[in-house]
């Protein structure tokens, strides 16, 4: 019974997927703050990120801000994900329960690549003087249920992207929906994420002294200038996902997940995600695949395991960890905190 299910669950996510091949330009590397792409939580990476539909921790803050509307105390979330190159990803995130008003949330995103050399022509090892990269993002969020099986929720959030002395920044929007359908317990779930103002770098770096007519003499020659750069979107995102939770005995459970993406900068892709959690969720064993039907992908397979330890006084603590297979690049791990209060 349960491959049946499943089956018909792949089926459905597939469907979503027919418009692949009509979709010839791909627009890869066409849109700002891509950090925005970058999964949060060692638990819904290790899951592939199919983890719309399953969003019930603090880290639905970022996949889907319904998810939200299923806590019920207070939930702080701290995620660290390591990249290529000595990138990484930090994530700080905090739920706040409001009873009949809804739950609020708050978060921030912050991507470093650390301190580089500047470089010029002539001094191709270095002038001696050092620059550095980030990117943030902070966030407000608000769910609550509208009726007892649909739940919606919002984030509004400020985006700011640094490159030595430039800057760019934009305002971003998420919405998501959940809905526990009466279809043998699926839950069915839809979110659209940065969609928002357009970015544009500018700063310091871009000043310039410039000749407004160089064939003209006697006029001045050294006008204070910027170089006018593109605007580009942000990463659009559109994700529609179902999942099942299966109860093994009384203590056990296996929860399996399919999400379809449709982004703006890319073609359409399915990650497909399962999680086994043993004695009431104090062990969690995950897995799932990234990218499927993306031609050219980097990303694959993704692993990872978490324990829920409830002996605390105040605290619940939850501990995960995750790891994802990368193609060329150095593969990714990340780890993640959660304390429920």
Known sequence: ?????????????????????????????????????????????????????????????????????????FQSIF??????????????????????????????????????????????????????????????????????????????????????????NGIGFDVGTIFKTPFYGIRFASSISNYGSKMQMSGQDLLIRHDPDPQRYGNNATLDANYATDQFELPLRLQVGISRDFQIMDQHRLTIAIDATHPNDNNQWVNVGGEFSLFNDLVSLRGGYKTLFLKDTQEGLTVGAGLKYDGLVFFTLVVDYSYQQMKYLDHMHSFGLILSF
């Open 79 to 168: 995620t660290y994900t390591k990249l290529f190159a000595d990138i990484n990803v930090n994530f700080v995130g905090l739920v706040i329960p409001a009873g009949d008003i809804g739950n609020f949330g708050l978060s921030v995103t912050a991507l470093n690549i650390g301190d580089m050399d500047v470089t010029t022509e002539y001094y191709p090892e270095g002038t001696g003087e050092k620059f550095s990269a980030d990117s943030y993002a902070f966030a407000l969020s608000y769910a609550r249920y509208i009726t007892e099986e649909f739940a919606v929720g919002f984030n509004v959030k400020y985006i700011r992207e640094n490159i030595f002395n430039s800057s760019a």
């Open 1 to 73: 019974m349960i491959h049946k299910r499943f089956l018909i669950m792949i089926v459905l996510a597939a469907a979503l997927l027919q418009p692949v091949e009509a979709q010839q330009v791909t627009k890869t590397g066409t849109t700002a703050a891509k950090f925005l792409s970058i999964g949060i939580g060692p638990r819904a990476n290790s899951m592939g990120g199919a983890y719309s539909s399953v969003a019930n921790d603090a880290s639905a803050l970022y996949w889907n801000p319904a998810g939200i509307a299923n806590i019920n105390y």
